[in-house]
Each structure stands twice: as C-alpha cells, then as structure tokens.
C-alpha cells in the first residue's frame, strides 16, 4: 500500500515536470536526457570504484577521462550543471533521467544521500586533480552533525569552488492532499526550503553562476501540496536572509492569485518560480573588478529589472516557463496602464503581491494589512489590474493574516486566515493575543469571528 501512495505521488510530480517542460526544446531535452544520463552513471561509477581502488589506481584513468569528457560537452552546451537526485528518480537541468534499470537511479540517490546531499551542480569542467579531490571528498565518512555542510568546506578546501551541494529533496506522500493543512513542522521545513533555495539562487547567480529553477520548482510544489490557503502557511518563521522571506512571501500571495484564476498546476509552478526570482536582479554586482577584487554593487532600483533578465538569459535555451519568468522579471514593477502597454499576466500579479508585501514589511514605514489595502486600493485601475486586484481582495479579506484587531469584548485578537467565503470577508479566524483585562493568555486560543459573537471595534496595527 505505502508502495503504492509513492507511486503515485511520483507519476503525479513528474506529469507536473512533464507539463511545465512542454514548450522545451524538444531536442536539446533529448539530447540533455541523453547526455545526462552518461554523465550520471559515469559519476555513480566513480563514487563505487573508490570503494575498491585506490585513486592512483589506473582503473580510475578510463571512467576520469569519460567524465571529463561528458562534462565539457554539458557545461559547453548548458553552462552549468545541475543533478538531483529524488528517491529513484533523477533530474538533471530539470528534465527527468530515464535509467533502463530502477535501480542506477536509486544507486544515484543513496550516493549522494550519504552525505545528506540530495544534488549537485557543477560550473566549470573539472580537472584530473579536481576529479581525484571531488571522489576523494565523497569517499570519506560522512560527519554525524552536518554531513552536507563537511561536504562541502572539504570540496571548497580541496579548491573546488565551481562545484555545490544542495540538501535532500523528497516527494509528498499521496495521502497529504492537496488542499489539506499541513503540521507546524511541515511549514518550517517548505518555508525554509523556498527561503533557502532563493538565498542559493540569489547567491550563485551573484557569484556570475547559472540559475537553477528545480529548486525553487520543488519548493513551490511543496506549497501547493500542502494548500496554500492553510492558515499554518501564513505564519512568520526566523530567516536569515531578507530577500528570501520576501521573495517566499510574494510567491505565496502570488499562488493565491493563480488560484483563484484556476490556472493549471504547471502553471502555477511556473507562476510561484517566477515569484522568488522576481527581485534576482539585486543579486546582480555592477562594477565588480575581479582583477582587482573590487566587488561591485547591486543595482539601483530603476535597473534592476534588466539585471534580473541579463542574469536569467544566462540559462541555456528557451521554453515558456523561462519566458515567464523573464517577463515577470522585467515587468513586475510596471503600471498596469503603462503606456508601453498592459504588462504580462506574472508581471501584473507579482506588481500587487509585492506592493502588498512591502507595505507590510517595509522597515521604514510599515502599514497594516488592512491599512496597505485600503491604499492600495486607491491605485486600482492605474497601478493595479483591477480584476486581479479583486481576486486578491476577496482571497485574503478585509482583515489579511496578520491583522492585529481589537474586539468589541476588549480582546485583542490577531487575525490568520484567510477569506473563507463571501459571508466570512470580514469575519476573519483569529489567535487571541491580549485579554479584556491585558494579560497575555497562556495557551493559544482561536477566535473565529464568523461563529463568536463579538465584533471588529478597530484596526490596532
């Protein structure tokens, strides 16, 4: 039975892949799948002959010669590549490995898991020395902390800079519907995922590497699996990274839009993908002078548009998820009645969940969610689409997640979910925050407004 339910979430994942890939080149996907393959089982070969050779061993020059070799032919063709590994399915440069045997994909995968490693990209083509250093690395025992973390300072010990490890990747079970909540601990770990694989991509492509759209793709399905409309998504976890919070919450709001527009699943990967890269062009150093060290600075805001499609023009071949993305990155900031005409349809859903966004957490004038509302509002028809911004209005309700209210019964209530229905716009799910008489409860207790009978008395923050 459990054999079953992993089945099938696997065909249900990968018809998403097959979908989304639809307007790919259909040659360079063969040839990639084809390639691809080689380059896989070559690399799988030398991770199991350290096993029973040592690396001086001259059964180590036929497999290093070949993997040199498939590499300069990928990275001459794609500029970088990725692979990743996901139980016994592998993907290199997001088109689906097609082993003859179930079990060189699973070999792949537990390669790479025993150092917590779920992928790995390589950015210039290795050297006989790198190759020895890069087995080398693999071979040792893995550290019982942080395996992929020792992984990767011994690579960039060894010198290998051009190569990077990505964590674990893994499937949702069947059984997690579509449309149901997830725990607590399932949205820290997507939440962190999309943040950490924005702040990876954000990263590398400062660093003049290729984009890499699986990982975001993985973390945008991981959403959508859980449904996007639960209330547990719209919680705030600690991150690090600035731009990875806000590029994750604006792919959030994002979603909620291409819901309620019922765009198809594989667009609405694309849609979330096209979310987080949004803002990428910031990652972009101008001026940086690698003959002298001089690091550059990200674009001014008028230009960072540009610099976010200049980056993603790096990625090798045109299909139209990567058109998609282009567009929203270079219209995501464009007035619905801009005289160079109406912006494309990502463009002009990212341009409201990123105002929305920034209203609420900007750190120089922060709004309420319902104060950012009823200013954004002021601008539909000119700024804003006035059918998408309805959509969006009527997803997140008079009181958005994250409202802080104050009842006509003197509690002070925050609200945390999301529009219900039409009798539920201002009747929002809330979390008492402060009692009647402004103590702090000592447990979490849920309010919901369409049910109590109390009323919204004010807007606190």
């Known amino acids: 039975m459990a054999d079953d339910r992993f089945d099938l979430a696997q065909n249900r994942l990968d018809e998403t892949m097959r979908k ?26 030398l991770l199991r002959l350290v096993k029973v050779h040592a690396l001086d061993n001259d059964a180590f020059t036929k497999p290093t010669a070949d993997f040199i070799s498939i590499q300069r032919e990928l990275i001459e063709k794609l500029g970088a590549i990725h692979l990743v590994a996901v139980d016994d399915q592998s993907y290199l440069n997001d088109v689906r490995l097609r ?21 790995v990209s390589f950015h210039s083509v290795l050297t006989r020395p790198e190759v020895a250093h890069l087995v080398e690395a693999w071979a040792g025992d893995p550290d019982p902390e942080s395996p992929r973390k020792a992984l990767a300072r011994t690579l960039d010990e060894a010198g290998l800079k051009s190569v990077q490890v990505f964590g674990v990747f893994r499937f949702r079970m069947q059984g997690e519907e579509k449309g149901g909540e997830y725990t607590a601990a399932d949205v820290e770990y997507v939440l962190d995922r999309s943040r950490g694989a924005v702040t990876d991509a954000w990263d590398n492509m400062g660093h003049g590497r290729l984009p890499n759209p699986l990982p975001l793709r993985r973390a945008v399905t991981e959403m959508l699996e859980g449904g996007i409309a639960g209330s547990t998504l719209w919680e705030d976890w600690e991150t690090s990274s600035r731009h990875g919070a806000h590029s994750t919450r604006v792919a959030r709001l994002a979603l909620l ?94 341009r409201i969940c990123e105002d929305y966004d920034n209203l609420t957490y900007s750190e120089e004038c922060r709004y309420s969610p319902a104060v950012a509302l009823t200013y954004m509002s002021g601008m539909v028809g000119t700024e804003y689409d006035p059918i998408l911004f309805q959509l969006f209005l009527n997803q997140v309700g008079a009181f958005p997640p994250g409202t802080l209210l104050e009842l006509s019964d003197g509690r002070e209530v925050r609200s945390e979910g999301l529009c219900r229905g039409p009798d539920t716009f201002s009747r929002p799910l809330c979390v008492v925050v402060r009692e009647d008489d402004g103590t702090i409860p000592p447990e979490r207790i849920e309010v919901d407004l369409a049910e109590a009978d109390v009323r919204v008395r004010r807007v606190i923050a």
């Open 20 to 45: 989304a890939q639809a307007g790919e080149d259909r040659e360079l996907a063969r040839w990639i799948r084809e390639d691809g393959m080689r380059f896989a089982m070559v690399l799988a070969g």
């Open 99 to 119: 082993f003859d045997e179930r079990g060189e994909a699973e070999g792949m995968s537990s390669l790479l898991k025993r150092h917590g490693v779920g992928g």
């Open 257 to 350: 839009i291409g819901n309620a527009l019922d765009l198809s699943e594989a667009q609405l990967q694309d849609l979330g993908v096209a979310a987080v890269f949004h803002d990428v062009g910031y990652a972009a150093r101008e001026g940086a002078d690698p003959a002298t060290g001089h690091p550059g600075y990200a674009p001014p805001f008028e230009r960072h548009g540009a610099a976010g499609a200049r980056l993603l023009l790096r990625q090798r071949g045109f299909h139209e998820a990567r058109v998609h993305r282009l567009l929203a990155v270079m219209e995501h900031h464009e007035s619905y009645d801009s005289r160079r005409g109406k912006p494309s349809l990502f463009g002009r859903i990212i």
